[in-house]
């Protein structure tokens, strides 16, 4: 395998999420909602066109539970359900994706971000670029010289410098960190008393 341009992992889970939420809802003439599927696939053709990749995968979570739930019952519990308008447009936008020919993977059992991760660990040992198109702090972890992170609605991208700017270590740290200050949003608990900069300084 031979790259010339960057290889991307597109976070879709999470362009999904921030579609849904930053657009007014949008439908079809029979009511059917479309304000995220509009917003992904904008997305997708603008970053097409801005880096021409010569490979790509567009990476969801799967339904269901995954292995981090076996270890940890807790595990993203006070989440709401998905908004059912939002859940209307998961299956549409997986066929546009497809219909684009475009591989799409949903991996059982594991989140977007394993695969991710284990796509960016299988690219990087060829010596292959990777860019990284998501939001997602736990992903931050992977950067290094071969591999950065896009956001794509700041139009930002993250290196190594780029990520200690912004947590106050590296990248090969970032688990660390993480598992010091926690995730609510996750519902993981950290340390108690310990919030970002006393996590950096240790």
Not at 141 to 167: A, P, W, Y
């Given at each position: 395998?031979?790259?010339?341009?960057?290889?991307?992992?597109?976070?879709?889970?999470?362009?999904?999420?921030?579609a849904?939420?930053?657009?007014?809802?949008?439908?079809?003439?029979?009511?059917?909602?479309?304000?995220?599927?509009?917003?992904?696939?904008?997305?997708?053709?603008?970053?097409?066109?801005d880096?021409?990749?010569?490979?790509?995968?567009?990476?969801?979570?799967?339904?269901g539970?995954?292995?981090?739930?076996?270890?940890?019952?807790?595990?993203?519990?006070?989440?709401?359900?998905?908004?059912?308008?939002?859940?209307?447009?998961?299956?549409?936008?997986h066929?546009?994706?497809?219909?684009?020919?475009?591989?799409?993977?949903?991996?059982?059992?594991?989140?977007?971000?394993?695969?991710?991760?284990?796509?960016?660990?299988?690219?990087?040992?060829?010596?292959?670029?990777?860019?990284?198109v998501?939001?997602d702090?736990?992903?931050?972890?992977?950067?290094?010289?071969?591999?950065?992170?896009?956001?794509?609605?700041?139009?930002?991208?993250?290196?190594?410098?780029?990520?200690?700017?912004?947590?106050?270590?590296?990248?090969?740290?970032?688990?660390?960190?993480?598992?010091?200050?926690?995730?609510?949003?996750d519902?993981?608990?950290?340390?108690?008393?310990v919030?970002?900069?006393?996590?950096?300084?240790?």
């Amino acid at each position: 395998m031979n790259a010339t341009h960057p290889i991307l992992l597109i976070d879709g889970s999470s362009w999904l999420h921030r579609a849904f939420n930053a657009l007014p809802p949008l439908s079809t003439q029979t009511s059917e909602p479309t304000g995220a599927l509009y917003g992904v696939l904008n997305m997708l053709h603008r970053l097409l066109a801005d880096y021409q990749p010569d490979y790509l995968a567009v990476i969801f979570d799967a339904p269901g539970k995954t292995f981090r739930h076996e270890q940890f019952a807790a595990y993203k519990a006070p989440r709401p359900p998905l908004d059912p308008q939002l859940i209307q447009q998961i299956e549409p936008l997986h066929t546009c994706i497809r219909a684009l020919g475009l591989p799409l993977l949903q991996i059982v059992g594991v989140e977007a971000d394993d695969v991710i991760g284990t796509l960016t660990r299988q690219a990087t040992a060829r010596g292959l670029p990777v860019l990284i198109v998501s939001v997602d702090k736990d992903l931050t972890q992977l950067v290094n010289e071969q591999v950065r992170i896009l956001d794509t609605m700041k139009n930002v991208v993250t290196d190594i410098s780029g990520v200690e700017r912004k947590f106050g270590v590296p990248p090969a740290l970032i688990a660390d960190y993480l598992a010091l200050v926690g995730d609510s949003s996750d519902n993981i608990p950290g340390v108690a008393g310990v919030g970002p900069i006393t996590a950096a300084k240790w």
